[in-house]
């Protein structure tokens, strides 16, 4: 097996991937050109390719687009670990944003910092410390957590912001334990929806039942939580369905487009189905079918929505398999381990931007049989429509050339091998069919070989594009 080779010269293109097997039914191996980040020539590979700055040959292995993670929450701090090497304001971004390319993602679509201070200050910060210090492309979603942050929709929108996300499950001390995370009631939402619809931007729902939540909480809590299963009780997947439902139809009424993020159950699914509104879309998160209550990781397998039992993680997949899901995100936190030692107070989230793609690609292709093509819709195309990044996505000419080459076997994952400030990982120990032997962004190669070749590289805040 040849490892993928750099040459390095002056002339003609920027990058040029020899020998590139793409999705395709084509048996054909692909010489991919580049040219100011940009896929420029794509010929067979008994054609004599131009010359290149940079030449990596894929030896016959699959090049796919990079992923896009619709959900990651990269710089949303445990101010307490502030001090820990990649857990600061000054570094988060640039250690999370290579682990994320470690992993085969080029672009997060990453949360602003959640608080009930200003959303423009929030998302002006954001877009400061991404642009100083993040690796990987970064679109920064905005949040609706009361309605100071709804009347800053226009504003914010002149500035960039295309995506508003509303919470409906936290209120009281579960919403100050998570920095101050606010909730709409259902006619805050309707007014969200009208405000957002009318700036032209997009709603994305947290839509867990916040009188369900509540009420399980308080029960389990009497119980005494001490397992992944009763965290599941305390949010039950009626909560899931519920919410989602009132969401879709909500954002119907209002004629705004809406995803349901992190979806976990059926029920979600049940109700886009029921609901049928064309402007809704659902994510789920890669959690939901390869983790379960029965996964042996104790308080750090805390998560909201939560695990499900292992039929459900099944039941999930088989969603997927069906089409019902259109992307996914890592839901990506960054709090250490230190902050998931107790059952109750361990905060929900867990870390995986840079494992998103290999756990899928290996979960969904290699291990169930789906197309390389279908999966390259889930991990990045789906996205990149819906979210308005539309030369993402795809190897094709003409197609931004945030690229993988992937090197297929078994490989089992170890916390220290992530590139990631966050100490633990849920799936530690489980093992790899495919993962990136290469990571190119913008045309340029930011990962190689367990390497950071140009670390002065920064990927684009993608924001800029939709300025007015
Ligand atoms: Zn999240």
Redesign the pocket.
Known sequence: MTAVRTEESDAGLQLLILNARIATHDPLRYNIGVRDGIIVSMTSNDVDPAPAHTVLDADGRWVIPGAIDT?S?INQRAFEYDHLPGLGPDDNFAVESQGALAGGCTTALN?AQFGSASLLAAYRDGLAAAGAQSRMNVLFHGYLMDMNHVEEIPQAVEEGLTTFKMFMPYRGEEARNLGGIGSLNHAQMRDAFAAIVASGAQALV?AEDGDIVDASMQRESALGLDSLAGWERSRPTVAEGDAAWTAMYLAEEAGCDVTI??VSSLEAIRARDAVGFAGSALESCVHYMVLSTESDIGPEGKVAPPLRDPELAEQITQAVLAGKIDFF?S?H?VWPAATKQEWESSKP?LPGIGLMLPLLLTHLVYERGMSMEQAILLTSRNAAVRFGLDRKGAVALGMEADLVVLEEGERQIKVGELHTAVDYSPYDGMTLRAWPLATICGGTVVYQDGEFPHDDFRGELLNNRFRR
Do not use: I, P, R
């Open positions: 959900h929450h949360y947290h993020v992190h995100g839901d936190n989230g």
